[in-house]
């Protein structure tokens, strides 16, 4: 069965090595019986008549030489080729279960994302939020939903904070309000503000890509909701109920792809958005900085595609595999895709 570890492609190597040695074993050989021919010659010559018999045996053995010398040739050019396909079945095989651990990558970044939509849809309609929206001059009603979003934060880590604005776009509460002091905020001009008042139902939700969040500071991705009257899917809009994920969760997925310990130290592992930008990497470099859409395999990734290519890049011969989000359940993806940069 063919290994794509490494160990293959050192057991072809070391069978190519053995075999050129026998090779040359034999043509080694074949000069010296050149060497003999070319003497017999020499001395059937000497011999005049006496030795013409000897010259046809001089003869046979240089023909003999000649076709050894040709199938030695021959025996070489199939050495190459077969060493080269075996080199070109172990990279392939190698790119493919490269580009299987990209897809399962991505696969789990989006069944993440996918449940952040699911939380802040959910969380939408809780009473608390729904009622310090009907009354957002309520101080009472606000210190309530702050509670609330405190037990939600201490429950799910991977939420940097949860931040609930009235109609107008004021926050009324948020769940570290020690921490992130925005209570009064205005924020009716932000997009996922805008985004979830905008959505048609309670089933509809706000994705805003990976940024710097400006009440945060720090990289996330941003989830909102529409608040509606009574928590009622077809209710009327009152508030926005947005929830900042903690991006340092993307962080553990490109750390813990399963690679063997020989590939591990010399892999790049990276997230990408739609436009090549790199969003996360296992060695933390280039977040929002790094464009990699002129590599062809990035390329590739962003169409919509699977696989492997082998190019130069960074002046290194390298084997990229990559793979696309294709979304999860009910959460489309936003074009990401992940790639796995390695010595080919």
């Not at 018999?53 to 046979?60: K, L, M």
């Not at 849809?121 to 606000?142: H, N």
Request: net charge negative; charged share 25%.
């Amino acid at each position: 069965m063919m290994q794509s570890d490494g160990s293959h492609d050192n057991f072809s190597e070391n069978a190519a090595f053995e075999m050129r040695k026998g090779l040359s074993a034999i043509q080694e050989i074949n000069s010296s019986v050149k060497m003999l021919s070319l003497n017999a010659r020499i001395e059937a010559a000497r011999a005049g008549d006496a030795g013409k018999g000897f010259a046809v045996v001089s003869e046979e053995m240089k023909r003999l030489s000649d076709d050894i010398q040709t199938t030695a040739v021959q025996i070489e050019e199939i050495i190459n080729r077969t060493v080269n396909e075996i080199a070109e079945a172990g990279i392939t095989a190698r790119g493919a279960r490269l580009s299987d651990l990209a897809f399962n990558a991505i696969e789990i970044l989006d069944r993440n994302l996918y449940e952040r939509t699911a939380d802040v849809r959910w969380w939408a309609t809780e009473s608390a939020f729904v009622e310090a929206c009907t009354q957002p001059g309520s101080s009472e009603m606000s210190h309530t939903a702050m509670k609330r979003m405190d037990i939600i934060l201490k429950n799910y880590t991977i939420y940097k904070d949860l931040v609930m604005a009235d109609l107008n776009g004021r926050v009324i509460a948020n769940g570290r309000p020690e921490q992130y002091h925005l209570i009064g905020r205005d924020v009716s001009d932000k997009p996922w503000f805008k985004g979830a008042v905008a959505t048609g139902n309670g089933l509809e939700y706000y994705v805003q890509d990976l940024d710097i969040c400006d009440l945060t500071g720090d990289h996330a991705v941003l989830y909102s909701a529409a608040i509606r009257e009574g928590g009622s899917t077809e209710g009327k809009v009152i508030g926005v109920l947005m929830v900042i994920f903690d991006w340092k969760q993307a962080d553990y997925i490109v750390k813990n792809v399963r690679l063997p310990e020989n590939e591990k130290n010399s892999s790049r592992v990276v997230l990408f958005n739609r436009r090549g930008i790199v969003i996360a990497a296992n060695n933390g470099t280039g977040v929002l900085t790094e464009d990699l859409s002129c590599i062809s395999g990035i390329k590739r990734a962003l169409n919509g595609e699977k696989g492997f290519t082998v190019e130069t890049h960074e002046g290194q011969k390298t084997l990229i595999a990559y793979a696309c989000t294709r979304g999860y359940e009910t959460y489309r993806g936003l074009g990401w895709g992940c790639a796995l940069m390695l010595p080919a």
